[in-house]
Nanobody
Framework: QVHLVESGGGLVQDGGSLRLSCAAS????????MGWYRQAPGKERELVAT???????NYAASVKDRFTTSRDNAKSTVFPQMNSLKPEGTAVYLC???????????????WGQGTQVAVFL
């Protein structure tokens, strides 16, 4: 079992910055990829960014030039730095952890509760 706790959301002006944080506990040693997704009202959940244990990062095209992601594998935390935020970035941002556990290496996915980000003009 992996428990994810997010922090850092809030209200920010168009063009501003926010830094989110997600900390994993429990069987965090089995995590292979940590990342963030977001879901705006009435829309489907979409990828923001993920980072694997070996440092490979994947960004959504809409944020690639504005967001960066760092990760502390030892502490099982991931920090997206979101710059030049736009109103369309208003959403609930959810932390995600993927990995494998047990002798069978069965895959798992865990989600945090989410943190609200609101970008105003």
């Amino acid at each position: 079992q992996v428990h994810l706790v997010e922090s850092g959301g809030g209200l920010v002006q168009d063009g501003g910055s926010l830094r989110l944080s997600c900390a994993a506990s429990g069987s965090a040693y089995n995590i292979e990829t940590m990342g963030w997704y977001r879901q705006a009202p009435g829309k489907e959940r979409e990828l923001v960014a993920t980072k694997t244990n070996d440092g490979t990062t994947n960004y959504a095209a809409s944020v690639k030039d504005r967001f960066t992601t760092s990760r502390d594998n030892a502490k099982s935390t991931v920090f997206p730095q979101m710059n030049s935020l736009k109103p369309e970035g208003t959403a609930v941002y959810l932390c995600n952890a993927d990995g494998r556990s047990g002798w069978s290496r069965a895959p798992f996915t865990y989600w945090g509760q989410g943190t609200q980000v609101a970008v105003f003009l």
